[in-house]
């Protein structure tokens, strides 16, 4: 290690580690811990009176708060142009999700509005959506493209999502959902449309180096299994990796086909068969779970969480920040919601926001705290997790750090 590396112990307050090498307890709780950081990485975890002898160190005093991996939102749209209220008006005056789409409306409509807007004003716009999420101690985001839906809009999308990334104190992450919905200009010829999605704006999203992955909606308002096997191949040409919205509405089979091509995630999977998740399980896909979107279109359909956790499948938790079926901003009201309406334990929920939307996302450098990990932390003016997930409208999140920099956050 660098000796001019700046090196930080944190100590005075209970660290839940989530990481059974550093503790067994619930939540790898560490009531009295130590966290010693150099540079950008850990370099050292346990209990205080076994803090490693320093010197030429900054020493941080937790003061009875909660030290917590920095959390990660695995699936967002938080790019886009205009908003759905009306929508939501709409649906709860009796229209459906799909009734909407197949009228014109849904994705279709946020698409025109991301069109029509200039760069800068979808960056403005997309800044202020990811700084409420950075405020409660998000670290790492994901941001997938999709209501472009042409290779000018899509790169836009994508160029605004790594913008973000480089002008906020994040890491971000971007998928290409090219294949998020029809466009409309491309109706009556869906070949036509996968035809561009492969031949054009693919290439163009991977020659620029805009996208860490590629995702689609399989759905019946969206995307077959076989068109998505063609995206999925077009991916796999790139060397991209893949993940899914599947089993949101529906059970098509796409959880399966995806996770036997070895997607990092499937996501949604309301209605998720015991077929797919056998598969999950086989090929370690992580479940992201978005009960955003479960609550606004009402449904009642849950994921089967049980037989996912039975089986072993890492489920992740995430808020699908989008202006239709989920306009959820806050990681927290999510984590709540998985608990509330999914009946996940506060620790999966906490887990689902670190170590599981770590895997989500294909990295193992982060979503725990233990030696050798990246120094993504949140502090907490809480003095146990649960009490993370237990109010709602609350941001008890007082500091971050991303790879060992304090990143401050209004409390
Ligand atoms: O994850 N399910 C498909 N895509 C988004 C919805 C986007 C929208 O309605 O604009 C989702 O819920
Ligand atoms: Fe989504």
């Known amino acids: 290690m660098d000796k001019q590396a700046p090196r930080r112990l944190f100590t005075g307050g209970p660290i839940a580690t989530l990481d059974a090498s550093s503790s067994p307890e619930p ?78 409306g849904g994705i279709v409509s946020t698409v025109h509005a991301t069109r029509v807007a200039d760069e800068e004003e979808l960056f403005e716009a997309s800044a202020q959506r ?35 990334g480089a002008q906020r104190e994040v890491d971000v992450v971007t998928s290409f959902l090219g294949a998020h919905a029809l466009p409309p200009e491309y109706r009556g010829d869906r070949e036509a449309y996968l035809r561009l999605l492969v031949d054009e704006m693919m290439p163009a999203v991977a020659e620029a180096d805009l996208a860490d992955a590629v995702d689609g909606f399989c759905e019946g308002i969206a995307f077959s299994v076989p068109e998505m096997e063609r995206v999925f191949d077009a991916a796999a040409d790139h060397g991209l990796p893949i993940k ?105 929920a906490l887990r689902g926001v670190t170590e599981h939307a770590a895997r989500a996302l294909g990295f193992t450098d982060r979503g725990r705290i233990a030696a050798g990990l990246r120094a993504d932390l949140a502090i907490w003016n809480v003095s146990r997790p649960g009490e993370l997930v237990y109010p709602l409208g609350v941001n008890p999140c007082v500091a971050a750090y991303l790879g060992g920099s304090l990143r401050r956050v209004s409390a």
């Open 27 to 104: 939540y790898g709780l560490l009531s009295r811990g130590a966290v010693l950081v150099e540079a950008e990485r850990i370099a050292w975890v346990g209990p205080v009176e076994e803090a490693p002898a320093t010197t030429d160190v900054e020493h941080i005093d937790l003061a009875g708060r909660l030290m917590t991996p920095g959390l990660i939102d695995c699936h967002t749209h938080m790019v886009f142009g205009g908003d759905r209220a009306r929508e939501f008006e709409m649906r709860l005056e009796g229209a459906s999700y799909e009734a909407i789409a197949q009228s014109g």
């Open 244 to 348: 899914l919205h599947a089993e949101q509405l529906s059970d098509l089979g796409g959880a399966a086909m995806a996770a036997r091509r070895g997607a990092l995630s499937c996501d949604h999977l309301e209605y998720l068969s015991s077929d797919g998740v056998s598969a999950m399980a086989s090929a370690g896909t992580v479940a992201v779970l978005l009960p955003g979107a479960f609550y606004y279109l009402r449904e009642r359909h849950k994921p089967p969480v049980a037989d996912l956790q039975a089986a072993g499948v890492p489920i992740a938790v995430a808020t699908d920040l989008n202006p239709g079926s989920s306009p959820v901003g806050s990681l927290l009201v999510a984590m709540n919601m998985a608990c509330v309406l999914f009946g996940l334990t506060p620790e999966q």
């Open 130 to 164: 990811l700084d409420r999420l950075l405020e409660e101690g998000v670290t790492t985001v994901e941001i997938k493209s999709g209501y472009g839906l042409d290779t000018a809009t899509e790169t836009k999308m994508l160029r605004v999502a790594r913008r973000l």
